[in-house]
């Protein structure tokens, strides 16, 4: 029945992944069915609590673009790349990591990427250099963020497991994924031709197709005061979580003697933060439902629940099985737990899926803390196959077209820094996680 019930599910995530958008879940949705109707195992409960939370934080972050706070943040960006353009390789991986950190969301990087091309070519730097680093360092913050869908879904799964908290985590995956980003700018200090000396650079030149890389910001919008204050907001949430977090103390306790969750917590918090924004900008919260972040974010919703059923349900019928049989190989070779995740990632190019298939699996087979913490920071891995929304958008941003995927897909611009953040970041995690954990 393991055996069965394993290739109802990697079949299903497989459809899915191929299908692609929303129909990942969905294809939960068929593997319910199967294992439910025909295979009477019976379902687990959806992860409820995990969703709460992403909603919540979508809600925040929607409220925080809608006020014009990304459109904010960006600037600041451009200033700060501005005043050492000759570092921009070392410096755009570890601001996009800043913003997603801030926001929650990679694809934030969006709104960064023509920065860094024109500030790359302005300096005479290879824009593959700092656009390769800053996108896969900008999904390596994505397991360090307190706010984001993958960090929801893991403090969701894990609340009781070992020591696992929100401050603990963070003590964890912050300096590791860290190190992973500014080693990802490190590794292509020197990649490739120089940017006066690239034959294609050259002809592109000749052909008159580069002919204007500076932006265009005829049709730029003015930063207003609300937009200023809604970063702010936005931040001491973010700030008051964190504490909350750490001070278990500040948290209220009960007539039965409980104390109130952090899951809780974020929702909270969160929410108050978007309502906060809202009344400060004085703006219509209907545009929210409008906004890049919500939309992004709704489709991670919906992923946490159609295929996380589905595994939550095949793990809680087999847990036994998975424990019994395969908790002491992967005790001893924790690598393969690792490795595993990597994979899963590079195929579903999603974090926070990655999250609700993987951390489950690591805790059936009773693995320690800081070797689930070290393979979670591992599926920051949608570079490897390089279909992702960023991974492609980076492409067209590079006017240069020295960022590229080669000729056998897997030799792309992506794939040395990303590996060099991952192995970094991995390491790191195992090292830091063994003292804190």
Request: net charge neutral; charged share 10%; glycine share 8%.
């Amino acid at each position: 029945m393991f055996w069965i019930e394993l290739i109802i599910v990697m079949a299903m995530i497989f459809i899915g992944t191929r299908k692609g958008g929303p129909f990942l879940a969905l294809a939960g949705g068929i593997g319910m069915f199967i294992m439910t109707f025909f295979l009477h195992v019976k379902p687990s409960d959806p992860p409820i609590t995990v969703i709460r939370i992403m909603i919540a934080v979508i809600v925040a972050a929607s409220a925080m673009q809608a006020a014009g706070g990304l459109d904010y943040m960006v600037r600041l960006a451009e200033k700060i790349l501005r005043k050492h353009p000759e570092h921009i390789t070392i410096l755009a991986p570890v601001v996009a990591y800043v913003f997603t950190f801030m926001c929650g969301t990679g694809h934030i990087i969006y709104s960064l990427l023509p920065v860094i091309n024109e500030i790359a070519m302005e300096t005479n730097v290879r824009p593959e250099r700092p656009i390769s680093a800053a996108v896969v360092a900008s999904q390596n913050a994505i397991t360090a963020c307190p706010i984001s869908a993958a960090t929801a879904g893991i403090l969701g799964l894990m609340a009781g497991y070992g020591n696992v908290n929100l401050f603990t985590l963070l003590l964890v995956c912050i300096p590791a994924t860290l190190l992973g980003a500014f080693a990802a700018g490190i590794s292509v200090l020197r990649r490739g031709k120089e940017l006066s000396e690239d034959p294609e650079y050259l002809e592109r030149v000749k052909a008159g197709l580069v002919k204007d890389y500076k932006l265009d910001k005829s049709n730029e919008k003015p930063i207003t005061q609300p937009a200023r204050i809604s970063v702010g907001i936005f931040l001491v949430a973010m700030l008051l979580i964190v504490t909350l977090g750490a001070i278990s103390a500040l948290r209220p306790v009960f007539a039965d003697g409980s104390q109130l969750e952090m899951t809780t917590v974020i929702e909270i918090f969160m929410l108050m933060g978007a309502a906060a924004i809202v009344l400060v900008g004085k703006f219509d919260s209907n545009i929210m439902l409008d906004q890049p972040v919500f939309k992004t974010g709704m489709f991670a919703v919906v992923l946490a629940y159609g295929l996380c059923w589905m595994v939550n349900t095949f793990i809680g019928d087999q847990s036994t099985y998975i424990s019994d049989t395969m908790g002491a190989l992967a005790n001893q070779y924790p690598w393969i737990y690792i490795i595993a995740v990597f994979v899963v990632a590079a195929i579903t190019t999603s974090q926070s899926s990655t999250t609700m298939i993987m951390i489950p699996i690591g805790m059936a087979l009773n693995l320690p803390v800081y070797i689930i913490i070290a393979g979670w920071v591992a599926c920051n891995a949608n570079y490897f196959i390089p279909a992702s929304g960023q991974c492609v958008a980076a492409i067209g941003f590079d006017s240069a077209g020295t960022t590229k995927i080669g000729k056998f897909v897997f030799n792309h611009s992506y794939m040395l820094p990303g590996l060099v953040m991952t192995v970094v970041t991995v390491a790191a995690a195992l090292l830091i996680g063994l003292v804190v954990y």
